[in-house]
C-alpha cells in the first residue's frame, strides 16, 4: 500500500475510534487486515467513563479511491475490557493515574480530553521497579 493511502488509512479508522493501526497485510478485492487498538468505554466506580486502548483485529474494505467502503471486526473482546477495568482501577489504586487536567510529573499515566470530549488514558512514562 503506498505511504499516502496508508496514511489516510489510518487517519479515517481514527475517526472511528481506531489507533496505532499496522497494516498486517493485504488481500485481494481491496481489502486490507490490520491490527490496532481500539478506544473503547471501561466503566470505573465513580463517574464518566474512560476510553482505554484495547488491541483488535480488523479488516477494511477499501474502495478503487482507497476509501474504507467497511470494516468488519475491530470490536475488544469482553475479557481484554475486562482487563483494561482492571488494569485503570489498579493505576488509580497505586496512584500511578493523573486526572485530566492534573499534573502527570512523576505518574506513568493521565487521563486526557480527546476532540470529541471523552476521558482517555494515555501513558504518559515507564516506572522501573
Do not use: C, W
Not at 475488544?76 to 489504586?93: E, F
Not at 500511578?96 to 512514562?125: C, F, N
Request: net charge positive.
Amino acid at each position: 500500500m503506498p505511504r499516502i493511502k496508508e496514511k489516510a488509512l489510518k487517519a479515517e479508522l481514527a475517526k472511528h475510534g481506531f489507533e496505532s493501526v499496522a497494516v498486517k497485510r493485504e488481500l485481494p478485492a481491496g481489502r486490507v487486515e490490520l491490527e490496532a487498538n481500539k478506544l473503547h468505554p471501561v466503566h470505573v466506580e465513580g463517574g464518566e467513563s474512560i476510553y482505554a486502548p484495547i488491541p483488535v483485529s480488523l479488516s477494511v474494505e477499501l474502495d478503487p479511491r482507497g476509501r474504507v467502503k467497511s470494516i468488519d471486526g475491530g470490536t475488544p473482546d469482553p475479557a481484554a475490557v475486562a482487563d483494561a477495568t482492571r488494569y485503570v482501577k489498579t493505576l488509580r489504586d497505586s496512584g500511578q493515574l493523573a486526572a485530566a487536567g492534573e499534573p502527570a510529573s512523576g505518574l506513568t499515566h493521565q487521563i486526557e480530553r480527546d476532540a470529541q470530549g471523552r476521558q482517555v488514558l494515555r501513558r504518559k512514562r515507564f516506572s522501573i521497579g
